[in-house]
Each structure stands twice: as C-alpha cells, then as structure tokens.
C-alpha cells in the first residue's frame, strides 16, 4: 500500500505578521499547496491521501474555505482520510460538520481510536479533536483488537519532542513514541509538530508551506510505502508553493538614512517570496532608523517584514563625557559606575538614543 501523509497546512491563517496585501497571498499559496499535494499523490499513484490535521483554522474559516475543500478533494477522486486537530477539531458548527463530503472522504469523528479497513489485513485507525484543547492521549488505554497491520492517523504531542519544537508550542493529546508498538500498532502518522520528523514509530510530516520565519528541516508531504510486513518507507516530496527567507544586514559603518535601504536592497536582490530582514551592527551616530522608511526598498518582493536586531550607534563616548551638557554628564556618570561591560552598554546606548529622541526605534539585544 502507499500513502501520501501530510499535515498542519493551516488554511485560513491569519498571518498577523504581514501586511493584508501579504497575508493574503499567503493564503492564496496555502490553497495552491494543498493542489500540488493531491497533484503528487496522483502523480504518485498513491492509495489513498492523508491528513493528520490543522487541515485548517477554526477561527478563521469561510464558506468558500469549505467549497474549496470539498471540490478539492471530490476531484481528487481517490480515498482521503481526515484526523482533525485542535485547530480544526471536530464539531456540528465546524466546517467538517458543515460540508457534504463526497464519498471518497472519511472523517474520523470521535476522540477515541476507531478502526477502517483499508484494504485486507491493514487496518487505519484514527481520531479526531472534538474540542480546541484538553483532548487527552489518544494512546491512552488502547490496545488493537485485531491482527494483520495495524496503522494510526492522529494528530497529537509526542513528550519527548516537545521541548525541540517552535517556541510557545502546546501539549495536545500527548504520548510516548514507546506507546505506539506496545498498543500493537505497527506506525503512527502524527500531525501537530511543524518540525519534521521520522521516528522508529512515528512520522511528522511537518507544515507543508512555510507559516513563519526561522523553519528549519525537510518538510511537506511524506511518501508512505507499507510493506506487507508493516515495514514502512518514507520519501519527503517538497511541495511548497511560497518562499520565506530571514536576511541579517549589517549598518556598521554606515554614514546616512539612504544606505539603510541600499544595503537591504542588495542583501535580497536574489531572493524571491517574503523576506523578514533584521537589521544590526554599528551605523553612525547621525543615522536615524526607521522600519516604515524601508517601504518599496525590495519592491520585487511579495513581502518585506523589516525589524530591528542589535544596534550600537557608533557614540564617539570620550568625546560626549567631556561635553558640558547633561549628556556629557551622564555618560561620565555612567563609566565611573564601574558597570559590567554589557550592562554600562545597554544604559549608556538606551540614555543616548533617548537624548537623541529615537528610543522608540531601538531594541537593544
């Protein structure tokens, strides 16, 4: 049997990071990327698609989301299977409850494991969210009640990985990886994790198209092969259909405003998509940052998300101690202090830039 496995593309994103022109057409790629994912499968000739979920987002769908999906997947034709996640979890008023699926869907429904039959002696077992947290392990007190090979689609936290994955990620139905052979299940298919993963037991796919800056691995679809012993075999197919690069650009030496959007401006010639640039380094003291100045320097771009990183204005500071202004005098104050390094950097900088009225433009690191 062959599958392609996928997960967590989050349609209907809100993309809070990005301008509405932005966010838009990133949402416009995510569509496009559920496209090419039913195109690889077919391409693929896999037996059937599966979703692990967060096929999309709860708080954010329409109904021509939910026209999207169901055309989407009535043209692809061949059997689909749905686990929804806590960010498309299962309930009369969501849009899986809202849609007349063709008949080549199944949706799994309940919160406990339930078991279909893919074809004879391989069974498919999945579960679904019914609520947007607190779902316990759908691990937890199961056990398979048959033979042949025994496969799991879900959508949940692996313990053990949970502290490698994107900042601020939550538990959602957790489990150990060791669960997964000791419930006589041969392999799970996992969604929630945006990181990819290949475990012993266990696959995450990760997102499909990037949703933030600073992803890292080979993610999107999975290549599934069950061999007639359970054995499995996992080839990543990229299916991306957007770009998000992260850019660092150095201002040391700098000497005017104009530079700032030279330097950017060169530093994403080659790029393509949305790019996040963080600015650092050491311009000089009369450069007057400022992020809503950089509009249309990387016009080729379908996004520029500029920020500050760490800025030290080249202060010329014995010349500023020994000026007769409150300026002067608490520079000198502050180097007769006999402050750590760091610290005497971070007020004397923060002191100078509000002298200078530009506070408001300053993250210190």
Known sequence: MRFLLFSDLHLDTAFKWAGPDVAASRRRALRETLQRICQVALDENVDALLCAGDLYENDMF???????????????????????????????????????????????????????????????????????AGT????????????????????????????GQESGKAPHAP??????????????????????????????????DPLSFGETGERGAVLIDVGDDGSITRRRIDVHRSEVHDVEVDLTGISHTDQVRERVAQATAQLHGVVRVTLFGEPAQDVDIRLRDLAGAAAHLEGLVPRLGSIATAYDLEAISQEQTVRGRFVAEVQAAALEPDIERRVLLTGLRAFDGRIDELEVS
């Open 62 to 132: 329409s109904a021509n989301t939910a026209e999207f999906l169901r055309l989407t997947f009535a043209e692809f034709g061949r059997p689909v299977y749905l686990a929804p996640g806590n960010h498309d979890w299962f309930g009369p008023k969501s849009l899986y409850g809202q849609v007349a699926w063709s008949s080549n869907v199944h949706l799994f429904q309940t919160p406990q494991l339930v078991p279909v039959e893919i074809t004879s002696g391989l069974t498919l077992w999945g579960a679904a969210h019914a609520r947007s």
């Open 136 to 163: 316990p392990g759908f691990l937890d007190s199961f056990s398979v009640d048959r033979g042949g090979i025994n496969l799991a689609l879900f959508h949940g936290s692996e313990n053990a990985e949970l502290a």
């Open 175 to 208: 489990f150990n990886a060791a669960q997964i052979p000791q419930t006589g299940l041969q392999h799970a298919f996992v969604g929630h994790y945006h990181a990819p993963k290949d475990g012993e037991w266990h696959t995450y796919p990760g997102n499909p």
